[in-house]
């Protein structure tokens, strides 16, 4: 899986979510905007974390050295 | 002022963003009907009364002397707290709301205060006494056996003394004892004694001084009684000692009586016959059981006095409690100067106007009233009160922002974005997805048991834990999702998300340990590869991971936060702000920083050698210069000239323009100001507000210089030390992950190495509590102060002003909690 494919899926769940959020807890527009920019900021931090986790190991300068006694 | 916040936007309002708009309320309230109104508003809970009456002391209010007999009943019920409390009796929560009178209630609580302080008088009369009793009896028994004991005693001395006179003088008789015996009893000295109790600790010195003080005149007899007794002038248990002490002359009687005094003996009548002596303990007996029973009625009586107080005790402290507050509440309302109405100044959210209006007319209806209490609103340059709508969800982090400083009314919120970054840059301090179940388990615990916990009393530690049960509960969330991107669990990997990239070199795998692995296949697809836990290169590959992420997450944030600052100064209408401020930050920030976030991004996909650490010193130092080897692109030496520049441009961008024009600005206002009427759109004031935080009036050029050059500095250097302080996520983030595989390794690894069970579950032992005290106590509660770091000081200081005051309505649910917390 490549980096475009699992970001789409994270677009995927994201959109998933806010969909959720607002079929089960629909409060009346102001409420669901907030609740909208809940499960935004949730996403985008996690597809940041897992995007750059992925990015910094796509081309490794440091490779694992096994330790010696193994 | 509501039109400004829904004004110009395509969304609706958000929830929580800004704070509820406000309006300063007149209600003038006929006399009659003040009672009552001011008793709905505080059920309704939406009215924060302005004080009119601050220069007056509290005595000399209105009704000063209504607050002085609330306060006089709330002291009748606590001291019926307190009796309560030592009876054992405990208030019953009564759901029983009667209507009634308060006066009815002051005049029922003086009559149970009387009727329980005359029980408390005569039951306390009736223990003395039985006390004394007691004691009495004790000296009656315990002497009369002195005294039978010598008597027995003597008669056999005298018996004895008879035979030998009868069987005739012996040779080894004393000659004198003959004379000495006959001399006694031809010359009786009449002893007197004295009898009583004394405190057996006391009893040595008590025996040293008689003994000095009569110069050994006198003789004392003590026996401990086995049972403590019960002092009748103290009421308290105390070991004590039965004496008897004879003596000769009335003045050595004198001397025994003072220092009987002194030690707190106490000394009881006590006869020498014998006769007497069993008919006075008959007697005593008696008195004892008599007095017993009454004892134990009257205690039977008062409990049910008790009983009964129990009952109602809640609603009548409620009611007192409510009538206190209320008449404080009116003597902030300032009197009307015909003395038929009293008026009322408050802030109320504007959402709450219906709701007020509605209780006036309850009240006017309830009270019989002619005329309705009417509402006007007022126009106002004062700034109102805060007030966020939370719920049991969002108060949670309303509270993290409100503790560092309460928005000013209707600012940006920062609790819309700390709602999730806050876990967030939580859990990247945190990451192992086993410590984040725990967590999770701990949080769901307090979020199921949340009703029954929420009624009763915690400790101080258990509260604040069940106050933030729900930034806990995200906490843990989060933990587990990074916990899965780090990839540990209680520090072990596992290849959840398929094979490792990595494979040996060739099939021998000789150069596993020296060379290292080659990647092979496309990189993991989730996470940080399984295969690096317990290598050499682990670190210097995490700690490069984990440096760079904490930049590009700090930037994001940052950058977030400036964004903030923009959405304010575009509510308050306030272009200056815009222009020369928000602009210059976003370039200068993201022409430095945004630029390494781009670099670090660039150096990853392309995995160049380049050292971002030599690009971004030289881009200071030597701009100029060719890149060399640590080029990242084409073209990039321009593109850190045109940066460099722009940021150098920024600086003064941000200074300069500001405080002129500001200048200008009121130079126009203020000449318009001496002809035109007052403004009174909020606008205007919002905007002058924001300009100069010295309000109206004068204009001091310097010091918005000052404030502005203060300000300007304070961006540029923070600009840099905050990126710096974002480094913290690294940090603790390692100090985590090597915490737990020391706990690991050295514990659970190596008791499992003797093949041992009880160094096995020694060892199990260890670690779990190593893992529950150090890693989710110390560890969460280090990466929760750190976040809330990060909040307060790096993301907010971007746009955050924080001095504004709280809404604090004058309700009666809020009355109880203060209550509860004294």
């Known amino acids: 899986m490549g980096f475009v494919v699992t970001s789409l899926i994270f677009l995927l769940i994201g959109i998933i979510a806010c969909l959720s959020t607002r079929i089960c807890f629909n409060k009346g527009p102001s409420a669901n905007l907030f609740h909208l920019t809940l499960v935004l900021t949730s996403t985008i931090c996690c597809w940041m974390m897992w995007a750059i986790v992925y990015l910094a190991q796509m081309n490794p300068l440091i490779v694992p050295i096994l330790s010696d006694g193994e | 002022m509501g039109e400004v916040a829904r004004g110009g936007g395509c969304c609706p309002p958000m929830d929580l963003f800004r704070s509820e708009p406000m309006q300063l309320i007149q209600l003038i309230i006929p006399m009659e009907s003040a009672h009552c109104t001011v008793s709905y508003l505080g059920d309704l809970g939406l009215l924060q009364f302005k004080d009119l ?40 929560g009564s759901t029983t709301q009667s209507d009634v009178n308060i006066d009815d209630i002051e005049i029922k609580l003086t009559e149970i205060e009387s009727e329980l302080t005359e029980m408390n008088a005569n039951g306390e009369k009736l223990q003395r006494t039985y006390n004394e009793l007691v004691e009495y009896k004790l000296v009656l028994q315990k002497a009369g056996d002195f005294f039978h004991s010598a008597q027995s005693r003597a008669i056999e001395q005298q018996r004895e003394y008879e035979s030998r006179q009868l069987s005739g003088e012996s040779m080894e008789a004393p000659l004198l004892q003959d004379q000495e015996l006959s001399g006694d009893s031809s010359k009786p000295v009449k002893l007197g004694f004295l009898a009583g109790l004394v405190p057996r600790e006391k009893s040595m010195a008590f025996e040293r001084i008689l003994f000095r003080a009569t110069r050994g005149n006198v003789f004392l007899r003590q026996t401990a ?19 008897v002490v004879f003596y000769a002359g009335e003045k050595v009687k004198a001397k025994i009586l003072k220092i009987c005094d002194a030690f707190g003996a106490n000394r009881y009548p006590f006869a020498e016959e014998l006769g007497k002596q069993a008919q006075m303990i008959s007697e005593v007996s008696g008195k004892l059981a008599e007095l017993k029973t009454t004892i134990d009625a009257g205690l039977s009586h008062r409990v049910n006095l008790l009983e009964n107080i129990g009952t109602q005790f809640e609603q009548w402290n409620l009611l007192v409690r409510k009538e206190k507050s209320i008449h404080h509440t009116l003597n902030m309302l300032s009197l009307d100067v015909t003395k038929k109405c009293l008026v009322a100044e408050g802030w109320s959210p504007v ?59 209707q600012e940006a919120n920062p609790t819309v974005f700390t709602v999730v970054t806050f876990p967030f840059l939580f859990a990247v301090m945190f990451g192992d997805w086993g410590h984040g179940i725990c967590l999770l388990l701990a949080a769901l615990y307090f979020i199921i048991r949340e009703k029954k916990l929420s009624s009763q009393k915690l400790d101080d530690i258990t509260a604040m834990t069940f106050g933030g049960r729900y930034v806990i509960f995200l906490m843990s969330l989060f933990s587990i999702y990074t916990g899965l991107i780090y990839n540990e669990f209680f520090s072990v990997p596992f290849e959840l998300f398929g094979p490792s990239a990595y494979v040996c070199r060739d099939d021998s795998c000789r150069d596993s340990t020296t060379i290292g692995l080659i990647k092979a296949g496309p990189t993991y697809p989730f996470g940080v590869d399984p295969v690096w836990h317990g290598t050499r290169s682990e670190l210097p590959f995490l700690n490069s991971l984990k440096m760079k992420m904490s930049i590009l997450l700090g930037v994001a944030q940052m950058n977030l936060g400036i964004i903030m600052s923009y959405c304010n100064a575009k509510f308050f209408k306030n272009n200056v702000n815009v222009w020369f401020q928000f602009i210059p930050q976003v370039i200068f920030l993201n022409s430095l920083f945004g630029y390494l976030s781009l670099l670090i991004i660039v150096k990853w996909c392309t995995g160049s050698q380049a050292d971002l650490y030599h690009v971004m010193i030289y881009m200071f130092l030597s701009p100029t210069d060719d890149l060399g080897e640590n080029q990242l692109f084409a073209g990039q030496k321009n593109v850190q000239l045109v940066l460099l520049l722009l940021a150098g441009v920024a600086v003064p961008w941000m200074l300069l323009p500001k405080p002129f024009i500001l200048k200008k600005q009121h130079e126009a206002r203020h000449g318009d100001e001496s002809y035109a009427p007052l403004p009174n759109t909020e606008e205007s004031l919002q905007v002058e507000s924001n300009h100069d935080s010295h309000g109206h009036g004068e204009f001091e050029f310097s010091e918005i210089f000052v404030h502005q050059l203060i300000h300007t500095i304070e961006f540029v250097l923070g600009a840099v030390s905050n990126t710096a302080s974002y480094l913290r996520l690294w940090a603790l983030s390692l100090a985590h992950s090597e915490l737990s595989s020391v706990f690991y390794e050295k514990v659970l690894l190596m008791a499992w190495g ?40 790096e993301y907010q200081n971007k746009f955050y002003e924080g001095d504004g005051y709280l809404f604090l309505p004058f309700s009666f649910s809020l009355l109880d909690e203060e209550d509860e917390m004294l």
């Open chain 2, 53 to 92: 009456n601050s220069e007056k002391s509290p005595f000399q209010r209105t009704y000063a002397a209504q607050i002085k007999r609330c306060g006089e009943m709330a002291r009748k019920l606590r001291f019926f707290k307190e009796q309560m409390f030592k009876a054992g009796v405990s208030p019953k």
């Open chain 2, 225 to 243: 009684v086995e049972d403590p007794v019960t002092d009748p002038v103290s009421g308290e248990k105390t070991e004590k000692n039965v004496f």
């Open chain 2, 351 to 409: 959402f709450a106007t219906h709701q007020v209006q509605d209780a006036l007319k309850r009240a006017a209806k309830d009270s019989n009233s002619q005329v309705s209490a009417i509402l006007q609103v007022l126009h106002t340059r004062e700034s109102p009160p805060t007030y966020f709508r939370t719920n049991k969800f969002t108060s949670s982090y309303q509270g993290i922002i409100d503790s560092y400083g309460v928005a000013k009314y």
């Open chain 2, 754 to 793: 003797y093949n041992n069970v009880v160094i096995l579950i020694v060892g199990l032992i260890v670690f779990i509590f190593a893992t529950v005290g150090v890693l989710l106590v110390m560890e969460t509660l280090s990466a929760f102060l750190h976040a809330l770091r990060l909040h307060w000081v």
